[in-house]
């Protein structure tokens, strides 16, 4: 009787030893696939992303192949487009864009129907130097903190100031100079704070 109990279960055992890796890898293969999603949505959010020079735009026309266009955001901010020629695109969100963009199509297109997506959001950059395991330019996709930042670096180095680090922003037009301390952040004596586009974050 008990040999006959064994011989029934060893193929079950089977059974699921072999499944079960398959389980793993597809429950991997699921939550890559969702890591990839929110990375992919970042660059295309319209409500808060503000374009700059160096993004790399889509713009699709309903209907038109001609106008659907992938274009680079020159250094002027601008955007050329057949038809309405140059468009100022600096500064707008993607959805301010497309609403301009519909604007000057009227005169050409019945109804037009136009979408903007960031394709590369390489404008908005952060500088980093000094005591960082990984210093350098650092392009940013979404609202990021200043610890958040500093994640992004690999942290510091043995010799880093931590109490005395330097940030160096411009402000309409205005050269800003502030020293944070990682550590009150840190300890919440100090508030944690938000990463502007041209930031400089040096570490002493």
Same mark, same amino acid.
């Given at each position: 009787?008990?040999?006959?109990?064994?011989?029934?279960?060893?193929?079950?055992?089977? $059974?699921?030893?072999?499944?079960?890796?398959?389980?793993? $890898?597809?429950?991997?293969?699921?939550?890559?696939?969702?890591?990839?999603?929110?990375?992919?949505?970042?660059?295309?959010?319209?409500?808060?992303?503000?374009?700059?020079?160096?993004?790399?735009?889509?713009?699709?026309?309903?209907?038109?192949?001609?106008?659907?266009?992938?274009?680079?955001?020159?250094?002027?901010?601008?955007?050329?487009?057949?038809?309405?020629?140059?468009?100022?695109?600096?500064?707008?969100?993607?959805?301010?864009?497309?609403?301009?963009?519909?604007?000057?199509?009227?005169?050409?297109?019945?109804?037009?129907?136009? @979408?903007?997506?960031?394709?590369?959001?390489?404008?908005?950059?952060?500088?980093?130097? %000094?005591?960082?395991?990984?210093?350098?330019? $650092?392009?940013?996709?979404?609202?990021? @903190?200043?610890?958040?930042?500093?994640?992004?670096?690999? %942290?510091?180095?043995?010799?880093?100031?931590?109490?005395?680090?330097?940030?160096?922003?411009?402000?309409? %037009?205005?050269?800003?100079?502030?020293?944070?301390?990682?550590?009150?952040?840190?300890?919440?004596?100090?508030?944690?704070?938000?990463?502007?586009?041209?930031?400089?974050?040096?570490?002493?």
């Amino acid at each position: 009787m008990k040999n006959y109990k064994i011989r029934n279960v060893v193929p079950v055992l089977i $059974f699921l030893l072999v499944l079960m890796p398959v389980s793993v $890898f597809s429950q991997q293969d699921k939550d890559a696939a969702s890591a990839a999603k929110v990375q992919g949505e970042v660059a295309a959010d319209s409500d808060s992303y503000i374009i700059g020079p160096e993004d790399l735009l889509n713009i699709y026309v309903w209907r038109e192949e001609s106008l659907t266009k992938t274009v680079p955001v020159r250094m002027d901010g601008k955007i050329s487009l057949p038809l309405v020629d140059d468009v100022l695109a600096s500064g707008l969100t993607p959805l301010q864009l497309k609403e301009i963009l519909v604007a000057k199509l009227k005169d050409f297109i019945d109804n037009p129907n136009v @979408s903007v997506t960031v394709m590369e959001a390489n404008s908005f950059k952060v500088y980093v130097s %000094g005591q960082v395991r990984n210093p350098g330019v $650092f392009k940013l996709r979404s609202d990021t @903190s200043f610890l958040q930042l500093m994640t992004m670096t690999g %942290g510091f180095t043995d010799w880093a100031d931590q109490k005395n680090i330097l940030i160096m922003r411009k402000e309409k %037009g205005k050269d800003i100079r502030m020293t944070v301390s990682y550590k009150k952040i840190i300890e919440g004596k100090e508030s944690d704070f938000a990463i502007k586009r041209g930031d400089t974050v040096i570490i002493p």
